[in-house]
């Protein structure tokens, strides 16, 4: 999967992506293929997927921890799966938060391990396993929709009302990971964040095929006190532009911004350049939490960067604030009329 965006992908289309069009035609049959016609394996306990039609973060991940509070609160155990995309290790792994690193695991691990159990694994079926062994309720998967690999009782896919789907065309002429159709074939819901238009269109055709809609949105939690700030801010998230609106919308004054690569590790120059502007513009650095966590357990730079960065919080919050109980109600629901069948797909 590409894992950087080009930005014409979220533009309308243009020459680019019609040129790409044979190459995503090709890509998208692949993809539904392998959604309609992948050999899924069966794990004993119910597996919420939270996941998004497009390359790029539309707000997964705190949705992820949003279902995994209202889990704890059932009095369940959840469990997160992920790849650990940006990470280095390639066996199944436990995520310890004390001890493990960004750079071992990958940076959205280690932030859903703070919440609850989570395992680390290129291989699905076998991540789930090591879940079901550490004595899981329920699991969690962060991505992964795409795959066909496990089967999912609840798909929940996320999209940011902003972007939308960018272009709409199919990578690598644009971001969406297979035919939009097929996609909201295999979901449950649709889950739209933020009050945007660009995901209008999506909500009738799920709502033409029978899939029901949740409301989400971003805050800030806990609100960092930055009204008035003069600010640095840097991201290094698949949609910089959001954390940047999240810092206007704090009151803070941006008086200069950098951009990085989703997942990316800064380098000692790159970590010395961004102190050095923001010493310039005396401006306060501020950055995610996903970013600050690529930064914690390094010395020199980036021990120092940590230090010198505020870091600014969100979480997801449900317009209904019943549903993500609903969702995992639900997910029960189909878990076990699936084990009672047999653990048939």
């Known amino acids: 999967m590409i894992s950087e965006a080009p930005p014409f992908w979220w533009t309308k289309p243009g020459l680019r992506a019609w040129l790409l069009w044979p190459a995503s035609f ?6 539904r293929y392998r959604m309609n016609h992948g050999k899924r394996a069966a794990i004993p306990v119910p597996v919420v997927c939270v996941g998004n039609f497009t390359v790029g973060g539309a707000g997964k991940t705190r949705t992820a921890m949003a279902l995994a509070k209202a889990a704890k609160e059932k009095g369940l155990k959840p469990g997160f799966l992920s790849r650990g995309y940006g990470g280095s290790l390639d066996v199944t792994t436990l995520v310890d938060p004390d001890r493990h690193r960004a750079v071992d695991v990958g940076d959205e691990p280690l932030l859903l391990a703070r919440e609850a159990t989570t395992v680390v694994c290129r291989r699905r079926v076998e991540g789930a396993k090591r879940l079901v062994a550490e004595g899981v309720d329920v699991i969690i998967m962060d991505d992964g929709f795409q795959s066909a690999r496990l089967t999912v009782d609840y798909a929940l896919i996320v999209v940011d009302s ?16 297979a035919p939009i159709r097929t996609q ?13 238009s660009a995901a209008d269109r999506l909500v009738r055709q799920a709502a033409r095929m029978g899939k029901s809609v949740v409301i989400g949105a971003l805050g800030t939690h806990p609100e960092p006190d930055l009204a008035g700030r003069k600010v640095f801010a840097y991201a290094g998230i698949a949609d910089p532009d959001k954390f940047f609106r999240t810092v206007e919308a704090l009151g803070a004054v941006i008086a200069g911004k950098r951009v990085f690569g989703d997942h990316h590790h800064l380098s000692d120059d790159e970590i010395a350049d961004l102190i050095a502007d923001a010493a310039k513009q005396d401006a306060l650095l501020v950055t995610t939490a996903k970013d600050l966590v690529r930064l914690t357990d390094h010395h020199g730079k980036a021990e120092e960067l940590a ?4 870091v600014v919080t969100v979480e997801m919050t ?5 549903a993500p109980g609903q969702i995992l109600d639900a997910a029960a629901k189909v878990a076990k009329a699936r084990m009672l069948a047999g653990g048939r797909d």
Not at 163 to 168: A, E, L, M, Q, V
Not at 318 to 322: A, G, K
């Open 318 to 322: 449900f317009d209904n604030p019943h």
């Open 162 to 177: 902003r972007r939308g789907i960018g272009n709409g065309h199919v990578v690598p002429g644009g971001p969406v990971r």
């Open 307 to 310: 230090h010198l960065s505020r």
């Open 184 to 196: 909201l074939r295999h979901a449950s819901a649709l889950m739209v964040v933020g009050s945007g």
């Open 26 to 31: 090709l890509y998208g049959r692949v993809a």
